[in-house]
C-alpha cells in the first residue's frame, strides 16, 4: 500500500481563471503532505508543505495568495491556483508522506496545467 | 537549509555498462538519501533508498553507497539496459523536514 492519487491529470484553463488540482492518499492517511512544480527538463522544486488541520508552509518565492493549499482531511490536499498565466504552466506533482516529516514520500501521478 | 548537488546532469553508457550518480549534501542533520527514477511525463518512481547508518545498500543491479563525512552518496547501475534510460533525482533530508531534490541526471544507454 502507499497510492496517491492526484486529478485532474491533466488540464487546459484560460489565462485568469483559476484552477484545482486534488491530491489523495488511497490507503494510508497522510499527516503531511507536499506540493512540487516540475518545469520541462528541470527538476521538482519544492512549493509548500501542508500538514492536515493547519496552514501550509511556502517555500520562499512562492505566492500563497497564488497558489491556495488546503489539507482539510488526512487523506486530502488541494491546490488551487488562482488567476492563472501562461508561466504558471507546469507540471504539479504531490507527494504524501505516513510521518510527520519527510520520510519516504509516495508521490501522485502529476498533473499538467496549461494556461492558454 | 539543505542543498543538494547532482553529477553529471547528463550521462551515455553502452548497454551492459555500469552508470554512476553522485549527489552532495549540505546539511549533516540529513539522515535519508531516497534515488528517484523519473521517466517522460510520469511521477519520480523511488529506485532505492539508504539512511545514515548504513554506508551501502544494493537492490539486485543497483546498489547506492553513502559517505556521512564526506556528505555524499552515489547511484551505482550495473549491467545497464535500454529501459535504465530516464531522468535520475537524488534526494536528501531528516526526519523532519521536506526532501530537497538535485537537479537530476539524464541516463541514456546506448543498445
Known amino acids: 500500500g502507499a497510492v496517491v492519487s492526484q486529478h485532474p491529470s491533466w488540464v487546459i484553463c484560460k489565462s485568469g481563471t483559476s484552477v484545482k488540482i486534488e491530491c489523495r492518499s488511497l490507503d494510508f492517511q497522510a499527516t503531511t503532505m507536499f506540493w512540487y512544480r516540475q518545469f520541462p527538463k528541470q527538476s521538482l522544486m519544492l512549493m509548500a508543505t501542508s500538514n492536515e488541520g493547519s496552514k501550509a508552509t511556502y517555500e520562499q518565492g512562492v505566492e500563497k495568495d497564488k497558489f491556495l493549499i488546503n489539507h482539510a482531511s488526512l487523506t486530502l490536499s488541494t491546490l488551487t491556483v488562482t488567476s492563472a498565466h501562461p508561466e504558471d504552466s507546469s507540471f504539479y506533482i504531490c507527494?504524501?508522506?505516513?510521518?510527520?516529516?519527510?520520510?519516504?514520500?509516495?508521490f501522485g501521478p502529476g498533473t499538467r496545467l496549461t494556461v492558454t | 537549509g539543505e542543498n543538494v548537488e547532482q553529477h553529471p546532469s547528463t550521462l551515455s553508457v553502452q548497454e551492459g555498462d555500469s552508470a554512476v550518480i553522485k549527489c552532495t549534501y549540505s546539511?549533516?542533520?540529513?539522515?535519508?538519501f531516497p534515488w528517484y527514477k523519473q521517466e517522460l511525463g510520469k511521477r519520480p518512481q523511488l529506485i532505492i533508498d539508504i539512511r545514515s547508518n548504513v554506508g551501502e545498500k544494493k537492490d539486485q543491479r543497483i546498489a547506492v553507497t553513502l559517505n556521512k563525512t564526506a556528505k555524499h552518496f552515489s547511484l551505482h547501475i550495473t549491467e545497464t539496459q535500454p529501459e535504465d534510460s530516464a531522468v535520475y533525482f537524488c534526494a536528501a533530508n531528516s526526519g523532519n523536514t521536506p526532501l530537497v531534490f538535485g537537479k537530476g541526471t539524464r541516463l541514456s544507454v546506448i543498445a
Open positions: 546539511d549533516s542533520a540529513s539522515n535519508y
Open positions: 507527494s504524501a508522506s505516513k510521518g510527520s516529516g519527510g520520510y519516504e514520500q509516495y
